[in-house]
């Protein structure tokens, strides 16, 4: 079985997004926009409950309540790599 590197910071951005920062070292970008259009994850479109996001025990994911969470594999595999500062910054704005 393959293994995912684990989330070591995790920040909730405006326009439903999660700045993250994994144990190897790489940040990327997890956008939740095309997400929120399932049943399960409309919750979050209240920005109060999106922004309560919490890093999963061991950062093995994110979660927000005991129904809503997603894991490191599904964050590492959709996020959008950010290689450099100048990338970063256009991104998270």
């Given at each position: 079985?393959?293994?995912?590197?684990?989330?070591?910071?995790?920040?909730?951005?405006?326009?439903?997004?999660?700045?993250?920062?994994?144990?190897?070292?790489?940040i990327?970008?997890?956008?939740?926009?095309?997400?929120?259009?399932?049943?399960?994850f409309?919750?979050?479109?209240?920005?109060?409950?999106?922004?309560?996001?919490?890093?999963?025990?061991?950062?093995?994911?994110?979660?927000?309540?005991?129904?809503?969470?997603?894991?490191?594999?599904?964050?590492?595999?959709?996020g959008?790599?950010?290689?450099?500062?100048?990338?970063?910054?256009?991104?998270?704005?």
């Amino acid at each position: 079985m393959e293994s995912y590197p684990r989330i070591n910071y995790l920040q909730a951005l405006p326009n439903y997004r999660l700045f993250l920062i994994f144990d190897n070292g790489e940040i990327k970008i997890y956008s939740l926009s095309e997400r929120l259009k399932s049943p399960a994850f409309a919750p979050l479109k209240d920005e109060v409950l999106f922004n309560t996001v919490r890093l999963a025990n061991g950062g093995y994911g994110v979660i927000w309540n005991d129904e809503i969470d997603l894991s490191e594999y599904e964050l590492w595999q959709k996020g959008v790599e950010v290689s450099n500062i100048s990338e970063l910054v256009a991104r998270v704005a």
